[in-house]
């Protein structure tokens, strides 16, 4: 199932793209990863306005640092491959759009997004895709899934390294935290979170459905290294991985700054645009400002 004339773009446009994905991590620059970042925006937003549902918002958030850990940072072939999972999977728009546009499916198979059918569920499931690492669907459940791929990686020695992504609600969740002690307790150093940190879920401001500050402190107190950095800043970002990647003997946690709609202004920290798709006006709209940006 795919859609050949989904995102496609100006000559232009697929010049450029073509040009950063045949160069190495270490070539792609800033301004690659920022047209990157406005594709994945993109793509997104078409994706869930043609499917009438799903989560914009945390998807437009999250798409600088997924830009980043796709293009930079991510090994995706071989038997040590990198995996990524992803905890709060309502948001599997960016990866799904990070991963066309990586090479891993045809970009214009994000059109099926959410069908009967497809691959892309709107949550990930690898019953319908064994690509995507994880099944999701209740919050939470994600570091104790990462926790335990990277233990059984340790044990048959394989170099692979475990990327989790992860949402400030659902440290709301206890599992989390029964989690985040085994983790430390089983000092895995192989297993690299990132929280999305934006103070915004389904019901509202996360401080006032239930307050889960001070984030830091708490996973320290479990034995954890914690940094905070900006989730729109690419040297923010490639510090921030690099930190992670360095292995101190104890687990590590990211918990990135982002803004929720990041990139359309009437979407930024509105919480109505955690699970709303856009009309066909908003849909306009937002297209415009994400091309201008990119």
């Known amino acids: ?29 800033h301004d690659d990863l920022k047209f990157l970042a406005a ?20 998807p437009l958030g999250l798409a600088d640092i997924y830009a980043y850990l796709y293009f ?7 038997e040590n491959r990198d995996r990524l999972l992803i905890s709060n999977g309502h948001v599997c728009a960016v990866r799904y759009s990070a991963m066309a546009i990586r090479g891993q499916f045809p970009e214009g198979e994000l059109a099926t997004f959410r069908r009967v059918g497809s691959r ?23 570091l104790a899934n990462a926790s ?13 390294r475990v990327f989790l992504g992860m949402s400030d609600g659902e440290c709301q969740e206890g599992m989390t935290w029964e989690a985040a002690m085994a983790a430390a307790h089983n000092k895995l150093t192989n297993i690299h979170p990132f929280l999305d940190f934006n103070n915004i879920q389904i019901d509202g401001k996360v401080e006032k ?3 889960i500050e001070p984030l830091d402190k708490k996973f320290a107190g479990f034995g954890w290294l914690v940094r905070v950095a900006d989730g729109h800043d690419f ?6 991985f690099d930190w992670s990647l360095k292995n101190e003997g104890t687990p590590k946690m990211i918990l990135f700054k982002t803004v929720l709609g990041k990139g359309v202004s009437f979407m930024e920290n509105n919480p109505d645009w955690h699970g709303s798709p856009p009309n066909q006006k908003d849909r306009d709209a937002a297209m415009q400002e994400l091309a201008t940006a990119s």
Do not use: C, W, Y
């Open 120 to 142: 892309l569920q709107g949550h990930p499931s690898t019953k319908f895709f064994p690509l995507v690492e994880n099944s999701s669907g209740s919050l939470g459940q994600g």
């Open 148 to 160: 335990g791929l990277a233990l059984g990686l340790r044990l048959q020695k394989n170099t692979g």
């Open 209 to 211: 459905v239930m307050g």
């Open 39 to 58: 594709r994945i925006r993109q793509n997104a937003v078409e994706m869930v306005f043609r499917a009438n549902s799903g989560h914009p918002g945390g």
């Open 235 to 240: 040297g923010a970002i490639a510090d921030a």
């Open 1 to 29: 199932m795919s859609t050949p004339d989904f995102i496609v773009g100006d000559e232009a446009q697929k010049q450029r793209l073509t040009e950063i994905q045949n160069k190495k991590p270490a070539d792609i620059s």
């Open 72 to 78: 930079k940072v991510m090994n995706l072939t071989g």
